[in-house]
């Protein structure tokens, strides 16, 4: 994996995916009805197809012979893309209704964890019970001291961001969004180490 192109094809794919929802936001802002469709159903499904993309990236640190391109052919498979795009979105769903893990700095890197190890999971199924996709609790402590840092750094820029986009564009509640961006962003890292944990396993 190269951490670089890592990096910059995320902050792309993330700013691609961000500047659509707006769009698709504040064109349809006259009408509450698509408003609400766009906010909970639309920008949803392109929240996970970016995030897909990150890990299509970060998904080869399991096994340094393979590559992104292997990621999104073992999802071409049998129909598994759309098998995880409705696991991801429904598991985004849950998410919501559950209080304190329905905040982006939980629901996100659940997401993301909840990707690779369904991935890895399908990948990997003739290894049967040997497998241990639960993260040990060393790994869950650290992902949960990162969560707490991306949470500070998102808290802070967020507040800045979305009150320029608000002004700029005469809307409201951007910070939503903003977050949610700098987040996926920040969800590299999550990644590195489950995916760390995974290749212990296979190594």
């Not at 910059?8 to 707006?22: A, E, Y």
């Not at 700095?105 to 996709?133: E, K, M, R």
């Not at 820029?157 to 939503?176: C, K, N, P, W």
């Amino acid at each position: 994996m190269n951490l670089l192109w890592t990096i910059l094809l995320t902050v792309i794919s993330v700013g691609v995916g961000t500047v659509l929802c707006f769009w698709l936001i504040y064109h349809a802002r006259e009408v509450d009805s698509s408003v609400w469709i766009l906010e909970h159903v639309a920008c949803p499904i392109i929240r996970i197809v970016v995030l897909l993309i990150v890990v299509a990236q970060v998904y080869p640190v399991i096994d340094v012979n393979s590559n992104s391109v292997e990621f999104w052919k073992l999802l071409s498979q049998r129909g598994l893309f759309n098998d995880l795009l409705n696991i991801l979105f429904f598991a985004g769903l849950l998410l919501s209704f559950i209080p304190l893990v329905n905040h982006p700095v939980f629901a996100l890197p659940i997401q993301s964890i909840l990707t690779i190890a369904v991935v890895f999971n399908w990948q990997y199924a003739d290894a049967g019970s040997s497998l241990q996709l639960l993260p040990s609790l060393a790994t869950t402590l650290k992902i949960f001291a990162y969560m707490l840092l991306a949470y500070f750094v998102t808290r802070e820029s967020s507040i800045y961001l979305s009150r320029r986009i608000d002004r700029r564009f005469a809307l409201d509640g951007s910070i939503r969004l903003v977050s949610d961006a700098i987040y996926l962003v920040l969800q590299i890292p999550v990644m590195l180490i489950y995916c760390s944990f995974l290749k212990l396993q296979i190594s």
